[in-house]
């Protein structure tokens, strides 16, 4: 099947197609039009990083700090599709130089 003409969206992180959302990685409030597929599990996941080096976000009238704080948190939802990609290369037979 051609991975485009799927319908389902699929969680970027583990790949699974059940219970699937596209979450705001960069938060509604600040960076809307940029959505990221994450499973129920990733979800909760995302907004636990978040939350636990302070991305807060709410809504705020500076369009500035909206913007710096979109940015990290789609570093959150960055690390977490690089950590799972590091964690699949891992699973690979090595290589001979």
């Given amino acids: 099947m051609n991975p485009r003409s799927r319908t389902n969206p699929v969680c970027v992180i583990c790949g699974v197609d059940k219970n699937v959302e596209h979450n705001h990685a960069g938060g509604r409030n600040h960076l809307a039009w940029f959505t ?3 499973c ?3 979800h909760q996941q ?3 990083q978040l939350e636990g080096v302070g991305i807060d ?7 500035l700090k909206r913007l710096v704080t979109a940015a990290l948190a789609l ?5 977490m599709v690089l950590q ?9 037979p090595e290589e001979k130089a």
């Fill in 84 to 92: 799972a990609l590091a964690e699949a290369v891992s699973l690979l």
């Fill in 75 to 79: 570093t959150i939802a960055l690390w």
């Fill in 46 to 48: 995302f907004h636990r």
């Fill in 57 to 63: 976000l709410r809504y705020t009238p500076n369009k």
């Fill in 36 to 38: 990221v597929p994450f």
């Fill in 40 to 42: 129920e599990r990733h």
